[in-house]
């Protein structure tokens, strides 16, 4: 018999960069299609777009948010807009390990994403880590009061966790950005992040076997600072940090 504080835990998993490798998988077409959308949207050049698009990343944690309540612009228009990615599921990929890892973990797991719901099951469904969840909560989820909410809202962490009918103490959020982190952290979740799939580090393998192209051309490419990536190497508010899932399985 597991004990109780086991059965009872609930683990908030990020998808992007958590569960598989998106700098490789989507997250340049996304930029590009985001940039795209506010040229032809709200009447800017590139350069202003792409200012633009990291400003609300910075000062909401999504783009959309920025778009949404400064440029009235309707949400479920963009993320369909931005969200196309033909030919994904050739590029996805995730570690044997981590999936391994997962089917082991006891308590509650669900995804919790800033991204589409379309695209988060397309995602879980290509890499086969759908049935492995008890639920998916996007961004279309993250609402309260009439507005959107994603991360790293704090208050939003704590509705899900009253939605899940646990206290955020029993809940573990698992991510690769310290922002989401840290709002976590502060209502009283326990934080795990994710540096697997920091840009340039990951050495894994396509879903084919091949071995990335990609990843291997980043070896000897300049040093980008991924967003949300901290200086610090251990900050606070994390209680774990980890390369693969499998740390999970130790986690008190
Ligand atoms: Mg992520």
Redesign the pocket.
């Known amino acids: 018999m597991p004990p109780r504080e086991a059965t009872r835990r609930v683990w908030l998993f990020?998808?992007?960069?958590?569960l598989h490798d998106?700098s490789h998988a989507a997250f340049g077409e996304t930029h590009v299609a985001m940039n795209a959308y506010m040229i032809d949207h709200l009447g800017i050049d590139h350069d202003e777009a792409a200012r633009l698009r990291q400003h609300y990343l910075h000062r909401y944690g999504a783009t959309l948010l920025g778009l949404v309540r400064h440029h009235g612009v309707k949400a479920s228009h963009f993320l369909e807009e931005t969200h196309r990615h033909p030919g994904l599921e050739q590029r996805l990929r995730c570690s044997a390990h981590d999936r391994a890892a997962l089917k082991r973990l006891r308590g509650r797991k669900f995804i919790l994403t800033n991204a589409p719901r379309s695209y988060a099951l397309r995602v879980l469904n290509t890499l086969r880590l759908a049935d492995l969840f008890d639920g998916v909560i996007c961004i279309e989820d993250m609402t309260m009061f009439g507005e959107l909410r994603p991360k790293p809202d704090a208050r939003m962490f704590r509705h899900i966790a009253a939605r899940l009918k646990v206290r955020p103490s029993d809940c573990v959020l698992v991510?690769?950005?310290l922002e989401n982190q840290r709002a976590a952290r502060s209502i009283g979740m326990r934080t795990a992040w994710m540096r697997r799939y920091i840009e340039g580090r990951y050495r894994g393998h396509l879903r084919g076997g091949a071995t990335s192209g990609a990843n291997n051309a980043r070896k000897t490419g300049p040093k980008r600072r991924e967003v949300g990536v901290h200086p610090c190497p251990s900050p606070q508010y994390v209680c774990a940090k980890m390369n693969s899932l499998l740390t999970l399985l130790r986690l008190r």
């Open positions: 990020d998808l992007d960069n958590t998106a991510e690769d950005v």
